[in-house]
């Protein structure tokens, strides 16, 4: 099973506007350099709910190396 960690820090959309409405805070109030890491499961449940519009897009992109 394929596991997505989100982690603010790696993320090329940090400290953009697109932060304001992330799928990341949306779901949990953290603090910003905190991970979230969703399994398989979550993430289908999180792309169906994305469809429906009731969740925002995944904004997250991995920074290269």
């Known amino acids: 099973m394929r596991t997505i960690t989100v982690e603010c820090e790696s993320c ?3 400290d953009t506007d697109a932060c304001g409405d992330c ?3 949306f779901l949990v109030d953290r603090d ?3 991970a979230v ?3 398989a499961e979550e993430a289908r ?3 169906m709910l ?3 519009g009731l969740l925002p897009s995944l904004r997250f992109r991995e920074q290269a190396g």
């Open 12 to 14: 090329v959309m940090r």
């Open 23 to 25: 799928v990341v805070t």
């Open 32 to 34: 910003p350099d905190d």
């Open 37 to 39: 890491v969703i399994d």
């Open 45 to 47: 449940a999180m792309r």
């Open 50 to 52: 994305e469809r429906a």
